[in-house]
């Protein structure tokens, strides 16, 4: 596995104080600046409401102050140098946005400092950006807003051509539901249930009640069963089939331990103990005895691990926040969520040319907050892929 040049992404919050208070009394504010990549360009939308706040840790914050003025800086390299290129004036009223040209493809890593007479100067986390021309995004349906932590799967399966996914509100319940790739064929399939997957036939379709008990779709005879029947599992996310359709890994309710479940056997095994606070997020299958896995307790990073070995084999080093793996069929590229760019976006990692593209954000209005992913990935194919983005399940060519 490649890893990324490691950067320190720490929380948009900084300890400030004022002249007359002890700074170890002050209150914590933040400061935020978002960038929207382009093609050959990348824009920074600087905070309408960036704020230097003085008051106590016992109380609310007592004063709010915006800072006198705010630079721009950006480098080719994570280590740096970073040069100065643009300084904001006051953004108390109606925030900044400034625009440079940049190569495709190419990374660049940006931070600001704002300030304030009386304060400490506060910088932002370095994040990073690749400009890109935007990719071909198709909607297929719109769904209710989606919780990224709560019955977020989706899943796709290529003999059925079809999409099973959550919706928290379709005709006032929370329904699992089928649509073509065209969004013009929509079957509610269940109620009341979360984190749906395919089999690999397409016959099969696993999810969660509201028990959090693993249930079985049958999609030839529409039977919703109890999987296994008399001892259903009780699951704290998805299930996903193995690539050969005879075990299902998933991690366990008690938030401790991934396990293996064979389909013929009906044997449970613990492949892997993890902390509780240990923050999985997802899972995917490399092959039958390795799969990749997003988690970790201070930041989240990609990790592979085997089955047999019952161990993590390696880890996508980074210290931004990495999500959500998910390898195209033929294993060249890996898809994830990230906040690198400062926001939790699609990013596509080549394993050939080693580089990475950011899929989403590309917003065109000014000084809003950036939409963000509210599901997992799913490949369609080779150069496709599709997820749940700003209340819709959107196709996108890459």
Known sequence: MKTTQGLCFLLLSVMIGCNDIDYEHSAMDSFSAYPVIGDQSIRIDLSKTPKFVCGTVDGPPTEYYAPDHCELYVSDNPDGPFDKIYTAGQLSNDGDSYTFKATNGKPYYIYTLSHKKGFPTVQTPTIMVVPNPQPV??????????????????????????????????????????????????????????????????????????????HLYDCKTKKIIPFPTDNP??????????????????????????????????????????????????????????????????????????????????????????????????????????????????W????????????????????????IIQSNIEWIDNSTICFIFDNQIIRVNL
């Open 348 to 371: 596509i990692y080549d394993y050939a040319s080693q580089s990475y593209r950011q899929i989403t954000g590309y917003q065109k209005k000014d000084f809003t907050n950036p939409v």
């Open 233 to 346: 599992l009780k699951c704290s996310k998805e299930a996903l089939i193995s690539p050969n359709n005879d075990r299902l890994i998933y991690q366990d309710a008690s938030l401790k331990n991934l396990h293996i479940f064979n389909l013929s056997s009906k044997k449970d095994t613990v492949i892997l103990n993890l902390n509780k606070n240990y923050g999985l997020s997802s899972f995917c299958w490399i092959d039958e005895n390795e799969y990749l896995f997003s988690g970790g307790q201070q930041n989240e990073n990609i990790r592979r691990a085997s089955i047999s070995g019952k161990n993590i084999i390696s880890t996508m080093t980074s210290d931004w926040n990495d999500y959500a793996p998910s390898l195209s069929p033929d294993q060249q590229k890996l898809a994830f969520i990230s906040d690198r760019s400062g926001s939790l976006q699609v």
């Open 137 to 214: 995004q198709h909607t297929i349906i719109s769904v209710a807003r989606q919780d990224y932590t709560y019955g977020q799967h989706i899943s796709y399966n290529p003999v059925k051509g079809k999409i099973v996914y959550y919706n928290s509100n379709y005709e006032d319940s929370s329904s699992i539901l089928l649509t073509d790739l065209n969004g013009s064929s929509t079957e509610q399939i269940v109620t009341d249930g979360t984190n749906p997957s395919w089999d690999r036939t397409g016959e099969k379709i696993f999810f969660k009640n509201k028990e959090e008990l693993l």
